[in-house]
């Protein structure tokens, strides 16, 4: 009976959130947050930041550096592809008026770490980057209401992922600066423990 109940407390501890970074890769300009990784980049994206006052603290954002990089995984749970977007990435993008600050980056995802496959982007209209809306500061697992920029597995014909890798665009895009993490949420997840990946079609 024991044993059991402790199972059950395990599985009941999976989040959405991105768990662990097992590399990361800072390019010239890093430094800002640095003291506080990995944390600062791991759970939910920062409760006080809204739209026109967006997270500009250290515990909370993480400076990748121009080309610079950084891979985050899930742990105690999957990102599945369920209907609409599936996982979501929270930058430090702010609105000014009409206009929006954005720092954008590259998005790759991968189901053992060393195969990566990198979501399509378009250099003019900053579809498929990461760093390009703003968070709301509204439920982070709902994407309709969460803001930040939404990926959809089925866009690249994959059924899951563990791992998410995402690279700062340098000069490869017309954008404001050095992308800031905040956070990397799964929308659409299973447990890893109660997870059979030969259930699912790759
Ligand atoms: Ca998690
Ligand atoms: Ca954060
Ligand atoms: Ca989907």
Redesign the pocket.
Known sequence: MTSILIFLLFISTADPWADDSPGVSYGEGAGFGQGFYPE???????PNATSTYP?SSE????TLGKYGWIVLEFVDNIVIDGDGPDFSV?ENVFQFGSSYFRECAFVEVSQDGISWVMFPWDSQTLEGLAGVWPTTGDDPTNPAVSGGDQFDLSDIDLSWIKYVRLTDCGDDVQDGGLFD???VVAVNWQEAEVFNQNDLVC
Not at 59 to 62: R, T
Request: proline content about 12%; glycine content about 6%; overall charge negative.
């Open positions: 600062n980049i791991l759970g939910p994206p920062d997270s515990s909370e954002l993480l929270f993490l905040d956070a």
